[in-house]
Nanobody, 125 residues
Framework: VQLVESGGGLVQAGGSLRLSCAASGFIFDDYAIGWFRQAPGKEREGVSFISSSDGVTHYADSVKGRFTISSDSTRKTVYLQMSTLKPEDTAVYYC???????????????????WGQGTQVTVSS
């Protein structure tokens, strides 16, 4: 199982970024993908979740209405469109895969089977 994130960078507050999580080595539609983030000195936080097989999505309250998660099974890629970014969104963003897709809290990082290397998102004020 391999996950590779891309799309991070430096953006001004109010701007947008789209993160990508390219997956390989497993049956994409059997797994769910979660996005997590960790800022310096803070605990890891679940940001969003998508199950490609049934389209179920979840979002952290802090990003609802600003972030949108989507999945392209053909490309085996999950996207996180981030808009109206705030300085508090600054963190390293990780995607992670879990099987089975459901049965545990979507934001429980310990139930995910594989993680990407992370991509830095920095939002300047």
């Amino acid at each position: 199982v391999q996950l590779v994130e891309s799309g991070g960078g430096l953006v001004q507050a109010g701007g947008s970024l789209r993160l990508s999580c390219a997956a390989s080595g497993f049956i994409f539609d059997d797994y769910a993908i979660g996005w997590f983030r960790q800022a310096p000195g803070k605990e890891r936080e679940g940001v969003s979740f998508i199950s490609s097989s049934d389209g179920v999505t979840h979002y952290a309250d802090s990003v609802k209405g600003r972030f949108t998660i989507s999945s392209d099974s053909t490309r085996k890629t999950v996207y996180l469109q981030m808009s109206t970014l705030k300085p508090e969104d600054t963190a390293v963003y990780y995607c992670a895969a879990r099987f089975p897709a459901h049965g545990n809290p979507w934001n429980a990082g310990e139930v995910y089977n594989a993680w990407g290397q992370g991509t830095q998102v920095t939002v300047s004020s």
